[in-house]
């Protein structure tokens, strides 16, 4: 490296960038530089990711890579900056949060037209980084490059993981940490608190603008309506509601909603204290900063639209000269919301099932099994797999066996699921159907730390290794095995924690 810092980018220009955001007035954003990293190590590159977003690589070394991911050198074209934003963390408003540990390189159109955001996290201070350092310790880099490509081959939205790059440098956490940057791609880093920061200033032009661009960006078909404002957080609501059902399908918590960590796009955005369940518990937390259980598994739909009512806040001003009217709209997007989770949930649930068309008593058949699974403590993903075996012929015991607790109401249970899905499939076809969307492999919390932990002493290659298996979710190859099982009672994980 260079005393001064920075490399300057000689090579042919990796990325198309066109910079939208950076485009949007000054209050938008502040410049951000990133640290240059002492010894870039590439510790892992998304290539499929790169084709698809149309980044051209395939004569970029890993050398360079790690240049360009680690934050040394600045790519043509790009305009980084940090985005201001304010935001409700654990239900307390804090007006000035902002990207203090990453910044926005610039957007990318990929080849099927659609815009990205390139942004690197843990890239060090910028103008938002308040008391913090602005670097990010491998282990959260390592953990949210798992869990977003594990989102991705579950086909549930959520930002993506381009690169991670070993900085060579340390930082202070509890103990002192190696540092790393991730290079996150979302279709934009656009929040709820990002409205919120405009909002609490009074800036009602730039809540406006920001709609705008939201409205270009992820919901060109509000612009035609009668008012595209209403229609725009109509969609956001949706679009969160059934992202949120997704989440409570694959059995997982993120975390920290905070109204900062809420997508306007409708992506899964911040995988800081995350996890998957593993055995069913609908109360169930793993965050060591949420003691209240305010963000546990079954609040989720509560706290997802308890956040697009403060996004609705923001927005009245726009939805109608009439405050009364505009309260009166806002309060109809909040009860459809509502209503989409209801709806989708149950049609995921009932997919889960192996049930095909609709049923007076779904909604009891699977709240029922799920209770049945939170008395018996039965590992919520096997559950649904194996119910998927037995469908498809399997012992009972496949299924039974997986209740720590046995449940004498499981035979009830199963005679009416039996009734329910009695159709004209041929049993390996309802197999197939139900196996199709019960996942055989989850990222299950002690592999993600089992990763981490020997990273953190350079070996990767069991993190490699689960990001690969975590690519076929659906399958059960038999090399795959020993990830698919929950932990032991000495490998069970208890608590996460942020990516701070
Ligand atoms: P998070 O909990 O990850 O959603 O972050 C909440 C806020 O804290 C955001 O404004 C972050 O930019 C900021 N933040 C988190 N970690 C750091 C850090 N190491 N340095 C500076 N700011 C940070
Ligand atoms: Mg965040």
Not at 188 to 199: E, K, P, W
Request: hydrophobic share 45%.
């Amino acid at each position: 490296m260079t005393l001064s810092g920075l490399l300057p980018d000689q090579e042919c220009p990796l990325f198309s960038f066109d910079n939208t955001y950076a485009r949007l007035p000054q209050r938008f954003h502040r410049p951000a530089k990133p640290a240059a990293a002492r010894a870039p190590q590439l510790i892992r590159f998304n290539q499929a990711l790169a084709e698809e977003l149309g980044l051209d690589v395939a004569d970029v070394d890993s050398a360079r890579l790690a240049q360009l991911f680690g934050g040394q050198v600045i790519p043509v074209g790009a305009e980084p900056l940090a985005q201001a934003y304010a935001g409700h963390q654990f239900g307390h408003f804090n007006p000035q949060l902002g990207d203090g540990r990453a910044l926005l390189l610039g957007e990318v159109v990929d080849r099927a037209g659609r815009r990205h955001d390139i942004q690197l996290k843990g890239s060090g201070p910028t103008a938002f980084s308040r008391n913090g350092d602005g670097m990010a310790a491998l282990g959260p880099v390592l953990r949210e490059y798992i869990v977003s490509e594990a989102f991705a081959a579950l086909g549930v939205p959520a930002t993506r993981a381009l690169a991670a790059v070993a900085t060579g440098e340390t930082v202070m956490r509890e103990t002192m940490l190696p540092g790393a940057v991730f290079t996150r791609v979302a279709a934009s880093h656009i929040r709820v608190g990002t409205f919120q920061f405009f909002a609490a200033q009074g800036d009602e032009e730039a809540v406006q603008m920001l709609a705008d661009h939201v409205i270009d960006r992820h919901y060109p078909e509000a612009r035609g309506a009668e008012s595209p404002y209403l229609a725009m957080l109509t969609l956001v609501a949706e679009r969160q509601a059934r992202l949120i059902a997704r989440w409570l399908s694959i059995g997982f918590i993120h975390g920290v909603m905070n109204t900062d960590n809420m997508a306007i796009s409708g992506e899964t955005i911040d995988f800081g204290p995350c996890a998957f369940l593993d055995e069913y518990d609908p109360r169930k937390v793993f965050s060591s900063i949420d003691q209240r259980g305010r963000y546990a598994y079954a609040n989720q739909p509560g706290i997802g639209q308890w956040n697009i009512a403060r996004l609705a806040e923001c927005l009245l001003p726009l939805l109608d000269a009439d405050e009364e009217k505009a309260l009166e709209a806002a309060n109809g997007v909040l009860k459809a919301f509502g209503d989409v989770f209801q709806a989708e949930w149950l049609a995921l649930f009932a997919a889960k099932l192996g049930v095909t068309g609709e049923g007076e008593d779904d909604r009891q058949l699977v709240t029922d099994f799920l209770e049945l699974m939170h008395q018996g403590e039965a590992d919520f993903t096997l559950t649904f797999r194996a119910l998927s075996k037995v469908v498809g012929g399997a012992a009972v015991e496949t299924l039974t066996d997986l209740f720590t607790v046995p449940q004498p109401g499981l035979s009830d249970w199963l005679a009416r699921w039996h009734a329910r899905i009695d159709d004209n499939r041929s049993a390996p076809e309802r197999q197939a159907a139900m196996e199709a969307v019960n996942p055989a492999l989850i990222a299950r919390n002690h592999r993600i730390e089992e990763a981490i932990a020997a990273a953190v002493y350079g070996d990767f290659s069991f993190f490699h290794r689960l990001v690969e298996a975590l690519a076929n979710p659906y399958a059960e190859d038999p090399s795959t095995a020993d990830l698919r099982v929950p932990p032991r009672p000495d490998e069970r994980v208890t608590r996460t924690f942020c990516g701070t």
